[in-house]
């Protein structure tokens, strides 16, 4: 994940299909990030979107996030930032831990694991391109079964919305920056990407992002996985 403060951008498109796919996870292979940092929030006796709010509005919980998202801060260290910044908007949370809480209100999206498994048996490439929140953000997956290529910030050093972590996920999977699509929850993400090329789609809800991804892939509307 990164902060939640974005600029507007309309979503991209192009008209010819292409050929390999870009997706993230919080927010996008998950239930939505608001609803598991709001339920932290309620925790931490905040109001619902405050927790939240100080990824993006609080120095000290800005720049963990960052470094480690860039891998430079370890979980222990972005937990205790992040203590202390809930701490001093008037809420109560310990420390340690503080990360599993959130990871543990992050649920699969089924629908949409399922859409890359269905991405991959019509022979299209997924890499992950996805900005890490804790070493156990991603145990609930079998990364090598779902992506071709797995790129995530903490272990390149870099995060998006840098333009560098699409072109590392597109060099690795042997295609054009320009003949991939992304699929992201948050809208500078896809900004960033468009730089390169890469075409957009903003996840709001499964069934449209899939109706979208087999527009943009050519792939039939539906497809039944092989016995």
């Not at 996008?28 to 709010?53: Q, R, W, Y």
């Not at 470094?67 to 930032?81: S, T, V, Y």
């Not at 992201?184 to 730089?195: C, F, I, K, P, Y």
Request: glycine share 10%; with cysteine; aromatic share 4%.
């Amino acid at each position: 994940m990164s902060s939640p403060s974005s600029p507007e951008a309309p979503e991209v498109g192009a008209g010819a299909p292409l050929s390999a796919l870009l997706i993230d996870f919080g927010g996008v292979l998950t239930t939505p990030i608001s609803d598991a940092f709001g339920a932290l929030s309620a925790e931490a006796g905040l109001a619902a979107g405050e927790a939240l709010s100080l990824l993006a509005g609080h120095e000290g919980a800005r720049t963990a996030l960052r470094e480690h998202e860039e891998g430079r801060l370890d979980d222990e260290g972005f937990e205790d930032a992040f203590a202390q910044a809930l701490a001093e908007s008037g809420g109560r949370m310990e420390a340690r831990g503080l990360l599993a809480r959130i990871e543990a209100r992050m649920r699969l999206d089924e629908p949409m694991v399922e859409l890359v498994r269905e991405v991959r048996r019509q022979g299209v490439p997924v890499a992950l391109v996805s900005n890490s929140l804790g070493r156990n953000c991603y145990a609930r997956v079998d990364l090598d079964e779902l992506f071709d290529v797995t790129v995530i910030s903490g272990r390149v050093g870099v995060r998006k919305p840098s333009r560098r972590i699409y072109a590392m996920a597109c060099e690795q999977l042997g295609v054009p920056p320009e003949q991939c699509v992304l699929v992201d929850d948050l809208e500078h993400n896809l900004v960033g990407a468009a730089r390169l090329g890469i075409v957009g789609i903003h996840h709001r809800q499964a069934g449209e992002t899939a109706d979208r991804v087999r527009e943009l892939l050519d792939l039939p509307a539906t497809t039944t996985a092989t016995p």
